[in-house]
């Protein structure tokens, strides 16, 4: 099979969906504002609140969509680089290496042996 180069600008091209937000970041915006609106309705249904108040849940609220749709971390999306960067903050600092093998000393017969035991080798 052949490879074929591509220029860098091809690659780094993001088709745009709706107006300059591409497929991920509009969806995330979507969901975003569905959260919002639900957390809203469900948890401060009774509360009249100020539009401060307003924004400030919103803001809490879109935070993590707005990380998950815009952000890139060494040119990997949120959930790429989370994949590779968990294990390797999860596990141990300091590892035990255990090497299958087990060495054995060689039995060897010498030629200076008088009575032909067998002697250890060196």
């Known amino acids: ?5 591509i220029n860098r600008d091809v690659r780094k091209y993001k088709e745009k969906l709706v107006g300059p937000f591409s497929t991920r ?3 995330c ?3 975003g504002f569905l ?3 639900l957390i809203k ?16 849940l ?3 609220v879109m935070i993590p969509f707005v990380i998950v749709g815009w952000g890139k971390f060494y040119g990997m999306h949120i959930e790429k ?6 294990p390797t903050l999860l596990s141990p600092k300091v590892r035990t290496y255990k ?3 087990k060495i054995k000393k060689k039995v060897i017969k010498t030629k200076k042996s008088k009575d032909k035991e067998m002697q250890r080798f060196k």
């Open 1 to 5: 099979m052949k490879k074929i180069n």
């Open 25 to 27: 970041e509009a969806f």
């Open 29 to 31: 915006l979507v969901v």
């Open 35 to 37: 959260c919002f609106y």
């Open 41 to 56: 309705a469900i948890f401060f249904a009774d509360i009249e609140m100020m539009s401060d108040q307003n924004g400030f």
């Open 58 to 60: 919103l803001i809490a």
């Open 81 to 86: 680089f989370a994949k590779c960067a968990l």
């Open 99 to 101: 090497c299958g093998y």
